[in-house]
């Protein structure tokens, strides 16, 4: 990979964590409370290493100890032992980081940076997919449904889609008409149209024809005037009133009825930078302020901490209200007119946003850099190791009908049956 691309992939590699590219054994291992339960392991595939830029975070101290692969490990796939009595069940993925999470009725997907595993709640089975069984890339930046086939967007090898049932993979990359092989998102539009964010722009699949090359559209900064502020889409959602949204690293943008629109911070996206730094518990407090190559004329003085244009999550109320998880500049809520932002002044364990998620109660969950917080009755509630968590570096966040979440982060992924807000510590 050249100096180029590797500076333009840099957040997918931030997601990722570092060590956890060039993956060794995959392991998993269950861990209930405070007693151990070991399940069989995983061998991860091995991914060609890449030299990470200068820039690239150490992984933190607070990071827990990796679980080691019991003796005799090595399956890709087994059954692990549950106790679903316990409040939560955290599963341990070696130097791995859970970057997705996608919830299939009671079969849960998880993206790593060593590929991804089916595991079913039911059964307690998991298998493992990664480059052995077809998959272009090992390094999984999204996980969803798409034409009822499981959907994965990749770091560097395009989006492919896997037939359960036939065990088959679909695969499309620049060549199919992608835009570009990173893939960090996807959004099927009902009855509509498909859309994928990549590292180069946005692809539109007009009629949800993915073998169609004619129905592939692609949306640029240069083919938008600047409607799409950016080039790099990290996300896409639905708006309540068939709308578009885009979560790129350059602001915030809306497709409707073949008109763009886009926020920045200078329209108010992102806390001001004083406001972002000021307050104990800040992502830029104790970190090297250097300049980030990888983004052009996103305003003076940004760093690589601080990054108000930068958008690395996205999610839409039923009242229609879109919110916007930055980097380093908090988390805005547009209500059509204007924007409002919060940050650890306000509550939020940390300004640098990672992933946001509405649970069928309207609350909205939070994954930043330094814990989990979940938005309610215009407050914010903070979740730790101590209510559960694997680690406080959030990177995923997937809930369930059930009442349960799902949280990823370095190292693996805690199930949380039945969140307890206020634990006894």
Same mark, same amino acid.
């Given at each position: 990979?050249?100096?180029?691309?590797?500076?333009?992939?840099?957040?997918?590699?931030?997601?990722?964590?570092?060590?956890?590219?060039?993956?060794?054994?995959?392991?998993?291992?269950?861990?209930?409370?405070?007693?151990?339960?070991?399940?069989?392991?995983?061998?991860?595939?091995?991914?060609?290493?890449?030299?990470?830029?200068?820039?690239?975070?150490?992984?933190?101290?607070?990071?827990?100890?990796?679980?080691?692969?019991?003796?005799?490990?090595?399956?890709?796939?087994?059954?692990?032992?549950?106790?679903?009595?316990?409040?939560?069940?955290?599963?341990?993925?070696?130097?791995?980081?859970?970057?997705?999470?996608?919830?299939?009725?009671?079969?849960?997907?998880?993206?790593?940076?060593?590929?991804?595993?089916?595991?079913?709640?039911?059964?307690?089975?998991?298998?493992?997919?990664?480059?052995?069984?077809?998959?272009?890339?090992?390094?999984?930046?999204?996980?969803?449904?798409?034409?009822?086939?499981?959907?994965?967007?990749?770091?560097?090898?395009?989006?492919?889609?896997?037939?359960?049932?036939?065990?088959?993979?679909?695969?499309?990359?620049?060549?199919?008409?992608?835009?570009?092989?990173? +893939?960090?998102?996807?959004?099927?539009?009902?009855?509509?149209? @498909? /859309?994928? !964010? =990549?590292?180069? #722009? *946005?692809?539109?699949? %007009?009629?949800?024809?993915?073998?169609?090359?004619?129905?592939?559209?692609?949306?640029?900064?240069?083919?938008?005037?600047?409607?799409?502020?950016?080039?790099? +889409?990290?996300?896409?959602?639905?708006?309540?009133?068939?709308? @578009? /949204?885009? !979560? =790129?690293?350059? #602001? *915030?943008?809306?497709? %409707?009825?073949?008109?763009?629109?886009?926020?920045?911070?200078?329209?108010?996206?992102?806390?001001?930078?004083?406001?972002?730094?000021?307050?104990?518990?800040?992502?830029?407090?104790?970190?090297?302020?250097?300049?980030?190559?990888?983004?052009? !004329?996103?305003?003076? #003085?940004?760093?690589?901490?601080?990054?108000?244009?930068?958008?690395?999550?996205?999610?839409?109320?039923?009242?229609?209200?879109?919110?916007?998880?930055?980097?380093?500049?908090?988390?805005?809520?547009?209500?059509?007119?204007?924007?409002?932002?919060?940050?650890?002044?306000?509550?939020?364990?940390?300004?640098?946003?990672?992933?946001?998620?509405?649970?069928?109660?309207?609350?909205?969950?939070?994954?930043?850099?330094?814990?989990?917080?979940?938005?309610?009755?215009?407050?914010?509630?903070?979740?730790?190791?101590?209510?559960?968590?694997?680690?406080?570096?959030?990177?995923?966040?997937?809930?369930?009908?059930?009442?349960?979440?799902?949280?990823?982060?370095?190292?693996?992924?805690?199930?949380?049956?039945?969140?307890?807000?206020?634990?006894?510590?």
């Amino acid at each position: 990979m050249n100096r180029r691309a590797l500076l333009r992939a840099w957040p997918a590699l931030l997601l990722i964590a570092v060590g956890a590219i060039g993956a060794g054994t995959y392991a998993l291992v269950t861990q209930e409370s405070k007693r151990p339960v070991t399940a069989r392991a995983t061998p991860a595939a091995q991914p060609a290493q890449v030299s990470l830029p200068a820039f690239h975070p150490k992984i933190p101290a607070s990071h827990p100890p990796i679980v080691k692969a019991p003796p005799g490990a090595g399956a890709r796939e087994g059954t692990v032992t549950v106790d679903p009595a316990r409040a939560f069940t955290h599963f341990r993925v070696g130097n791995n980081s859970v970057t997705a999470i996608h919830a299939d009725g009671p079969v849960m997907w998880l993206g790593t940076s060593g590929g991804i595993v089916r595991y079913d709640t039911l059964t307690r089975e998991f298998k493992t997919y990664d480059a052995r069984d077809g998959l272009r890339s090992n390094g999984i930046l999204y996980l969803g449904k798409l034409q009822g086939k499981i959907s994965v967007g990749t770091y560097g090898g395009g989006l492919s889609l896997l037939n359960q049932d036939a065990q088959e993979w679909e695969h499309f990359n620049i060549t199919e008409g992608l835009a570009d092989a990173f +893939v960090y998102d996807v959004l099927e539009v009902s009855g509509a149209d @498909v /859309w994928i !964010a =990549t590292g180069a #722009g *946005v692809n539109r699949v %007009r009629g949800a024809a993915l073998k169609d090359r004619a129905k592939w559209d692609l949306y640029t900064v240069a083919s938008t005037a600047g409607g799409l502020p950016h080039d790099r +889409v990290q996300r896409i959602v639905a708006g309540r009133d068939g709308s @578009v /949204w885009f !979560a =790129t690293r350059g #602001g *915030v943008a809306k497709f %409707r009825n073949g008109k763009w629109e886009n926020w920045t911070h200078a329209n108010g996206l992102g806390a001001p930078r004083q406001a972002a730094s000021s307050e104990v518990g800040d992502s830029m407090r104790g970190q090297a302020q250097e300049k980030d190559p990888s983004q052009d !004329a996103r305003g003076a #003085g940004a760093t690589a901490a601080f990054n108000p244009n930068h958008v690395a999550a996205l999610a839409v109320g039923e009242d229609g209200k879109v919110w916007a998880g930055t980097w380093g500049a908090g988390l805005a809520r547009f209500d059509g007119k204007a924007w409002r932002n919060y940050t650890v002044a306000d509550g939020l364990p940390n300004n640098q946003i990672t992933t946001l998620n509405f649970d069928r109660k309207g609350q909205l969950w939070i994954g930043t850099k330094d814990g989990l917080a979940v938005f309610n009755n215009g407050k914010f509630q903070i979740m730790t190791t101590a209510h559960g968590l694997i680690a406080t570096n959030v990177y995923s966040v997937t809930t369930t009908k059930d009442g349960g979440v799902w949280v990823g982060g370095f190292g693996g992924v805690a199930h949380l049956r039945q969140p307890d807000l206020n634990p006894s510590i």
